[in-house]
């Protein structure tokens, strides 16, 4: 007798399936959620902070790739947060790319966009950039969406592979509250989710400094714990970390795919 037909199937491709489905039905309600806004807002801080810290040629646009944007949140605050004060016009440009799996959120990402931001639908584990192009990654919310520890090990070898040797990457995990709470976990809603739309989350893979870690260390990014910090709205509370490479060996390698059409 043969299998059924989803056993067959490859569980990354289920799980990039299941991904889709369900972020296409949350694309044009998921901006309402306070949780979104107000971390985008938080993250998009950070990184004017990180680039107005960096140095190099003042006039090169800085390149922030944000992995798994969804409805492009980040990538909107940024424009906010980091829009030059009239005493400082010289300050770099910043362009931003977009990736997620979910077209419906990237229709509202290109469309609710107002700086210099480009979405792509691709694939976390293969993203359309070329070598050493990047000089900011962020991922927000999105780690436990890959299915195994394999997918994210090629995730994060392709920021690796991606990011400026001075670059820097800055992440945003669930990890559990202080204290026992008095309701449901979040975990458990998570795993009521999941086994109705067949996707997977693995927030309890991410959840401390530790794990994430030990997840970069081997594609030679560096976690800075002196910038590791937790946040919160009072009832989401999430670990927010930043990474740096390491000084590399030899030369990077890695697939470059053509990029798709922008704003698809």
Known sequence: MPLPPDRDRDPLQTQRDAVTRHYDARATTYDDGPLHRALADTVAGLVTELLAAAVGPPLRPRVVLDVGTGTGLVLRALTVASAPPQHAPSRPRIVG????????????????????????????????????????????????????????????????????????????????????PTTPPPAAAAAAAAAATSMRRRHDAYATPDQLAAALAPHGLHLDHHRTRTWTDGEHHLLLCQATPSPRQGPRTGPVPAPPPPNQ
């Open 97 to 180: 790319i977009g990736v997620d799996l979910s077209p419906a959120m990237l229709r509202i990402a290109a469309a609710e966009s107002t700086g210099a931001a480009t979405f792509l639908r691709a694939d976390a584990t293969a993203l359309p950039l070329a070598d050493s192009s990047v000089d900011v990654i962020t991922c927000v919310t999105a780690l436990h969406l890959l299915p195994s520890a394999a997918a994210a090990d090629a995730a994060i070898a392709e920021w690796q592979r991606v990011l400026r040797p001075d670059g820097h990457v800055l992440t945003a995990t669930f990890t559990p509250a202080p204290a026992p």
